[in-house]
Every structure is written in C-alpha cells, then in structure tokens.
C-alpha cells in the first residue's frame, strides 16, 4: 500500500484530474468502456520497484454517423525501468468522427505527458553544446475524406507541439567542464498538411496518388521540413475459400534538408498470404521489400526486407473459442534481427484460462510469460501475470510480477 | 482472373527487388502499420522526437528527425518496427 501511494503521489495533480474528467465524461455519455489496470512489483536486479498500468479506451455513438472516442494510458513507477528515459507517462487521446456515406471527417486531440522530463537531443549533428528537456507534447488532426463515382479524396491537416525546456552547455575552461545554463521554455511546432486520391480501379484493386507537406521549426530553421509526394496500388484477390492473396507497391518522393539523396525515391512493396486450413488451423505470410534510390537514380539501395508468419491452431473445445496456441517468426535479414515467438491460451476450468508465452529476440533478449485470468463475463477480467526479460549482454533478468483487472462497462 | 495476374506478377517482382539490389550502408527504420498496435512505447524512447501517431492511432517514424538508434526496435512489443 506504501508504493501504491508513493507512485501515485509522484503523478501530477493534473494528470489525475484529467483521467477522473475522462472517466466521468465517459460514464455521462454513456459509452462502451474498456478499463484496465496492473501493477506490478518489477525486480531489474539491482533494486525493486513498483509499476502501476492503466488504460481507459470509450466509444460513445452519438447519433448513427457521429462517434466520439476517448483514451487514456498512463505509467508510473518509483525509477526508470528499461530503456524507458522517464518514469512516468500518460497519453490521452479524444476524437469527434463523422461517417456519413459520401463524407467522412474524423477531428480529434492527442497529448503525451512526459511526468518526468528527459534530456532529448534535437540538434543531433547541427548544435551539439543544446539539449533540451521534453515536457509534453500536443497534436491536434483533421481528417477528411469523400467517396464519390469511384473516386475517394482525402486531406490531412496535423499539428504537433512538444514543449521543451532547453539547456546550454558553456565550457569552463577553468573548471574544464560543460556548465548547463537552463534557458526558458520553448515550443517546437510542426504542422504536416497534405492531400490525396484514390480510385477503385477493380473492385479489387486500387490505384491512387497524393502529395504531403512537413513544415518544421526546430532548430530555427527549415533543417527538418520535407515535403513529398507519393502513388500507390494495392490489391486483393480472394483465391480460393479458405485463402486470400494481397499487395501494394507505394512509391515516394521525398525532399528536404535532412533527407540523404540516396534515400529521395523510395520503393516500398508488399506481399502477404492467408490460407486457413481447416480444424481451426490459420495462418499468415507477409513479405514486406524497401529500396530507394537517389533522382538521377544511379544505384537502387535495398534498405531492408521484412518476413513476417503467423500460425494459429484454436482448441475446438473451447466454446468461446479463445483458447489458442500461436507460433510466429519476424526475420529482418539485413538488420540481423531475428524473432521467434510462441504463445498459448488454454482455457482450463471454469471462467478461468491460463495464457503462457516465449520469444527469442536475437541479441537482444529471451521474454517469458505466464498470465492466469479469471473472466467474470466475456470481456472481462481479473488476472494474475509475471513476466521475465533475459536481457542480451550479461544484463541482470528483469522479473515482473502482479495483477490487474481489465473490465468492460 | 486480372487481379490474380497482377498479384502473381508483383509478388514475382517484390521477390526480385528484395534481392537483387545492393544493400544499403545506411540504416532507415520503418513501421509495419498491419503490426502496429498504437501503444506508444516507441514515443516514449525516442531520444530524438521522431515518432508520433497518426489519426489511424499507428505509429509514424520521421526520418528527418530520426538518427537511427533503434530503440524503439527494442521497445516494440509486437516487433512492428524494421
């Protein structure tokens, strides 16, 4: 009870204010909510913390073609853990859409509060003696799309805010050390605008085009604006049943100053397969191909292929039909990343399932998990879950245990 | 059956781009929007600012603020990020 109440004192008020008020439109509207929570004791070896989790997501239908949406996730532990920079964080989320048959418009506002601010480098090669402390950050979007005699027009409008608190670093040559001179706060705004179109060429294939803006004021300057602009098709093809085939090559042209000339075109094409095979056996293919090259197109660059399968048999004697055993491999071959995974959920008595999981990340870590739920219904839940990170490197096992609830209203 | 053509040829050409052309001697970061599940881990490690989620709710990498660190390959719970 002492950590529950240590961790929580370290949220700010606003934080907390902002998650009640999301909670309590929630309930007014009376949407279909989605609540979850876990905390967790999480061992890194050296010391030992507490680690709370939880997660809000609502769905308010308003009228027949009007839907609002609300999220809210917030972390919190007494230190850092893993690679996280900061030891607390929420991201709220609030989008107003509108469905109608030939226009659909969705606006909405995202932020991400940074609870403890880190040091981030926006000056990576340029400015070297500036980091700066990232607070929050706020983006407001606007979407637009319209179908009509085949054809469906889209545009985008978003901005994106990140309040920063910069620090400068003179030299001392008499201390010969860096001295940081905090400065005051500084917005750093981006607005990404762009349009586009599609037409449905077959009713199973698409073709369509469209161009993207970035303006940027980092740094002061134009150093991280870019603009772009891009055509695509995609296609799918049912071949037989119990199997699916589809694809999409997009092709992109992108300028600006930080964008390396060998990277302006780039090639982005994908492949992927699904074949069910009967008995409640599943499974998915996917080959994704990126290569770019520059405008005189002098050398094509393969930047990566991604493989990704999937293999799912689900247990016919589960009436729900949740109880499954799930094998997969993610292989990167140009990045030497290699992922191997597998994962089960057996229902064994009553409301209760166990979930149990294994991935080997090459060089980078072995992921254990066990998980026992309790469903009071369908959707909800209480459970029991430990998990474990065998880090790559010599690095002390992580050991996460705890319990949580995740409840449907 | 035009479609059918059409994949069989991409699929055939995707294979071959896949392999035919010189690897990069740089590295670039890219999200597999089908994998992505919007969770945010990648924003919260990104030293740099240089992720953010669309309206879709799926993550979005910016390579021109992106400096190739790749801790957000390590962070990504559904190893969407390639």
């Known amino acids: 009870m002492y950590s529950v109440c240590k961790v929580c004192s370290g949220m700010s008020k606003q934080s907390y204010l902002l998650a009640i008020g999301l909670v309590l439109i929630s309930v007014c509207l009376g949407a279909e909510i989605n609540l979850q929570s876990g905390f967790y004791s999480a061992d890194t070896g050296n010391e030992t913390t507490f680690l709370s989790k939880n997660r809000l997501d609502a769905e308010f239908t308003i009228s027949p073609f009007v839907q609002l949406k609300i999220g809210s996730k917030a972390e919190t532990s007494d230190f850092t853990i893993d690679s996280f920079p900061q030891n607390r964080w929420m991201n709220n989320y609030m989008a107003v859409s509108y469905g109608g048959e030939i226009l659909k418009a969705e606006a909405g506002y995202r932020n991400i509060l940074f609870g403890a601010s880190q040091n981030m480098q926006l000056y990576p090669r340029w400015n070297p003696v500036t980091d700066f402390r990232r607070n929050a950050q706020h983006q407001v979007m606007l979407n637009l799309d319209a179908e009509y005699a085949g054809f469906v027009i889209d545009g985008y409008v978003a901005t994106k805010n990140l309040l920063a608190n910069p620090i400068e670093y003179t030299y001392d040559f008499v201390t010969d050390t860096n001295v940081p001179n905090m400065l005051p706060s500084k917005s750093h705004d981006e607005l990404y605008a762009g349009a586009g179109i599609a037409f449905q060429l077959h009713p199973s294939i698409t073709l369509g085009g469209g161009y993207g803006h970035k303006q940027s004021n980092f740094t002061d300057s134009d150093v991280y604006s870019s603009s772009e602009y891009f055509l695509y098709s995609q296609a799918e093809h049912k071949l037989s049943p119990s199997s699916r085939i589809s694809g999409s090559i997009n092709w992109k042209h992108i300028n600006g100053e930080a964008i390396r000339d060998e990277a302006r075109n780039n090639l982005l094409s994908s492949i992927r397969y699904q074949q069910s095979f009967g008995f409640g056996l599943n499974g998915f293919v996917s080959f994704m191909n990126d290569i770019c090259s520059d405008d005189q197109v002098k050398q094509v660059w393969l930047v990566s292929n991604y493989i990704r399968s999937h293999l799912q048999y689900h247990f016919g004697y589960d009436p729900v039909g949740a109880s499954y055993l799930l094998a997969g491999a993610v292989i990167v071959p140009e990045k030497e990343s290699e992922t191997w995974f597998v994962e089960s959920n057996m229902h064994l008595i009553g409301n209760v399932y166990g979930n149990t999981g294994y991935s080997y990340r090459k060089n980078l870590e072995n992921y254990y998990q066990i998980k026992l739920s309790y469903f009071f219904n369908h959707f909800s839940e209480c459970y029991l879950q430990s998990f474990v990170k065998d880090l790559a490197g010599n690095k002390d096992l992580q050991s996460y245990y705890g319990l949580g609830v995740s409840i449907r209203l | ?82």
């Open chain 2, 1 to 82: 059956m035009r479609c059918k053509i059409i994949l069989i040829i991409l699929s055939l050409l995707v294979m071959l781009s896949g392999f035919a052309c010189k690897k990069a001697v740089w590295v670039e970061y890219k999200i597999d929007r089908n994998s992505c599940n919007g969770c945010g881990e990648c924003i919260r490690v990104c030293p740099n600012d240089a992720v953010y989620l669309d309206s879709d709710g799926k993550a979005v990498i910016d390579q021109t603020k992106c400096t190739q660190c790749a801790k957000c390959v390590v962070v990504c719970p559904n190893k969407a990020i390639y």
